[in-house]
Nanobody, 128 residues
Framework: VQLVESGGGLVQPGGSLRLSCAVS????????LSWFRQVPGKEREGLAC????????IYADSVKGRFSVSRDDAKKMVYLQMRSLEREDTAVYYC??????????????????????WGKGILVTVSS
């Protein structure tokens, strides 16, 4: 199983960025997929989870209305569209797969302890 994030970098406050995560090694269309972020010294924060076949998605209150998760199962990709970025959004962003504790779905899709596979993460810096 592999999850590989891309699309990070430097963006100005108020700007937008789309992160991508390429997944492989499993039948991704049968699993939910999640996004997390982590700032040094803080716990990893769950941001969004999209159910299999994009039936539904859930968001953390901190990003609801600004971030949007989507997936393209034909391309084996999951995306996180981020808008109205703030300096506080600066973090390393991770995609992850919910594991059996979460029923491989989004029931615990924002709980880092419920993930069974992680990408290596990618840095997003929001700064002028």
């Amino acid at each position: 199983v592999q999850l590989v994030e891309s699309g990070g970098g430097l963006v100005q406050p108020g700007g937008s960025l789309r992160l991508s995560c390429a997944v492989s090694g499993f039948t991704s269309e049968l699993y939910a997929l999640s996004w997390f972020r982590q700032v040094p010294g803080k716990e990893r924060e769950g941001l969004a989870c999209v159910e299999m076949r994009a039936r539904s998605s859930i968001y953390a209150d901190s990003v609801k209305g600004r971030f949007s998760v989507s997936r393209d199962d034909a391309k084996k990709m999951v995306y996180l569209q981020m808008r109205s970025l703030e300096r506080e959004d600066t973090a390393v962003y991770y995609c992850a797969r919910p594991g059996p504790v979460s029923g491989f779905g989004c029931s615990q899709g924002l709980d880092s302890t419920a993930m069974d596979y992680w990408g290596k993460g990618i840095l997003v810096t929001v700064s002028s």
